[in-house]
């Protein structure tokens, strides 16, 4: 009897201890569980928090590629080149707590003015919230300046030839300049480099500015004042019969072997000041492959009335010719040949076309035709690339962005800046951001 009531009492510890055992196993899986939940459901909030800060980056990325203005007037003169962009400003379920935009370096390092700058080196910081978990990111990037078709003409190479034609806008070249016939320039001429005017040729111009030296050939005449900013051995420098009509400003050498005595109250010595010209804008055709509005493959003929809005790219080449309507670029991975008149609708004056053109051969306009347009085609490349040939009688208003210009010289030839279509072409479609780092500041995960 003793036997069995010893056995029942050693089931009964048994049947206690399992009990104990899995209430303890059960415990233990449900805490486990319950940890887990929360891990979850932290994990879930930061990554939603990280998000919120990613959407607070990409809005300051859009208004810097939206409005170069606003990098330069508001980032680049704030006391600290900070500006704070968001504050607290819902979204997601969370919040933007905090985005600042920082300018961490320019060039050139001083710029004269928005349309002297190339890039800009910026730093944006955003912080993202979202029930109790928050995020920082740092991200740095590089913004390349949108074309400024507001300095009317800009090239790069040497080789330019302005056909002796008649040109209403500033002239603009990041190196040197040479004049090989006789032109007419309402506005001034501006060189990063050196300005040669050649034997016998006349240039009008409101100033000749060069950042190098000043040099007139024998019979050469500038109907206008020079700025020359090169200190020695930069120099401005006359040939026999040369003659320049207004001041000489100067901060190098000046050789005066023209033969003509100059007055003294027209020479200023030191008075040249300082002239930067940034460099010469590239703009890359993969920008334009991976972003567009409306993709063309192939060859594409734009001819009578057409609407642009956007960015229009066509692989090939481009033949275009009538009259548009709207806002926005047509990007050739081709050549374009403008084959007759191209007019912005008269019903809408805010039209504004852009053309960039990034084929072997460049842009052409055809002889006597009337162009309505911005231009512009980078340099590099095959020989022909960034090539702008204007026909011989033509007419192009609008502005015009080429590495070498070439005006035939068999007719009169009028090239004149219409600020009209500069001002209403977007500043998006033309600027370039690249994201040089991407950085979370304390990583969880």
Request: net charge negative; proline share 4%.
């Given at each position: 009897m003793k036997s069995v009531d010893n056995e029942s009492g050693q089931a009964l510890i048994l049947v206690v201890m399992m009990t104990l055992l899995i209430l303890l196993i059960g415990f233990s899986t449900l805490t486990l569980v319950s940890e887990c939940r929360k891990a979850s459901l932290a994990e879930r909030t930061m990554v939603q928090?990280?998000?919120?800060?990613?959407?607070?980056?990409?809005?300051?990325?859009?208004?810097?590629?939206?409005?170069?203005?606003?990098?330069?007037?508001?980032?680049?003169?704030?006391?600290?080149?900070?500006?704070?962009?968001?504050i607290n400003q819902n979204y997601a379920g969370g919040v933007i707590t905090e985005v600042k935009v920082k300018e961490e370096g320019i060039y050139p390092a001083v710029?004269?003015?928005?349309?002297?700058?190339?890039?800009?080196?910026?730093?944006?910081?955003?912080?993202?919230?979202?029930?109790g978990s928050k995020k920082t990111l740092e991200v740095r990037a590089r913004v390349d300046a949108p074309l400024h078709f507001s300095r009317g003409v800009w090239v790069n190479s040497p080789e330019s030839d302005f056909g002796g034609g008649v040109v209403i806008s500033h002239v603009t070249s990041s190196g040197d300049l040479i004049f090989r016939r006789n032109g007419i320039f309402s506005g001034e001429i501006t060189a990063g480099g050196t300005v040669t005017v050649l034997e016998s040729v006349t240039v009008a111009a409101d100033e000749v500015k060069a950042a190098k030296?000043?040099?007139?050939?024998?019979?050469?005449?500038?109907?206008?004042?020079?700025?020359?900013?090169?200190?020695?051995?930069?120099?401005?420098?006359?040939?026999?019969?040369?003659?320049?009509s207004g001041d000489i400003y100067y901060n190098g050498v000046l050789f005066n072997d023209s033969g003509n005595v100059m007055e003294a109250s027209k020479l200023h010595q030191g008075g040249a000041g300082v002239i930067t010209v940034p460099p010469?804008?590239?703009?890359?055709?993969?920008?334009?492959?991976?972003?567009?509005?409306?993709?063309?493959?192939?060859?594409?003929?734009?001819?009578?009335?057409f609407e642009i809005s956007g960015i229009t790219y066509v692989t090939g080449d481009v033949t275009i010719s009538g009259n548009y309507n709207g806002v926005g670029a047509i990007v050739a991975g081709g050549d374009v040949y403008i084959s007759s008149d191209l007019k912005?609708?008269?019903?809408?004056?805010?039209?504004?076309?852009?053309?960039?053109?990034?084929?072997?051969?460049?842009?052409?306009?055809?002889?006597?035709?009337?162009?309505?347009?911005?231009?512009?085609?980078?340099s590099g490349g095959a020989s022909g690339a960034g090539m702008l040939n204007v026909g011989g009688a033509a007419t192009v208003h609008g502005s015009l962005i080429c590495d070498k210009i070439m005006i035939n010289p068999?007719?009169?030839?009028?090239?004149?800046?219409?600020?009209?279509?500069?001002?209403?072409?977007?500043?998006?479609?033309?600027?370039?951001?690249?994201?040089?780092?991407?950085?979370?500041?304390?990583?969880v995960f």
């Open positions: 928090a990280y998000y919120i800060a990613d959407a607070g980056v990409e809005r300051a990325l859009a208004k810097v590629k939206s409005d170069s203005g606003w990098l330069w007037d508001d980032v680049h003169f704030d006391s600290n080149k900070e500006v704070e962009f968001i710029p004269l003015s928005r349309e002297d700058v190339a890039y800009t080196n910026i730093l944006i910081t955003s912080v993202g919230a979202y029930e030296s000043i040099i007139l050939e024998s019979g050469a005449q500038v109907n206008g004042g020079v700025r020359q900013a090169g200190a020695s051995p930069f120099q401005v420098a006359l040939a026999g019969r040369a003659s320049i010469f804008p590239v703009l890359d055709l993969s920008m334009y492959e991976k972003n567009h509005d409306l993709k063309y493959t192939g060859d594409k003929a734009f001819t009578g009335s912005r609708n008269h019903d809408n004056p805010a039209s504004s076309l852009a053309i960039l053109c990034f084929g072997d051969r460049g842009i052409t306009i055809a002889d006597g035709k009337e162009v309505w347009a911005l231009l512009y085609t980078p068999a007719a009169n030839t009028l090239v004149q800046y219409e600020s009209s279509l500069s001002n209403h072409q977007p500043e998006w479609i033309t600027t370039k951001i690249s994201i040089t780092s991407w950085h979370e500041n304390y990583p």
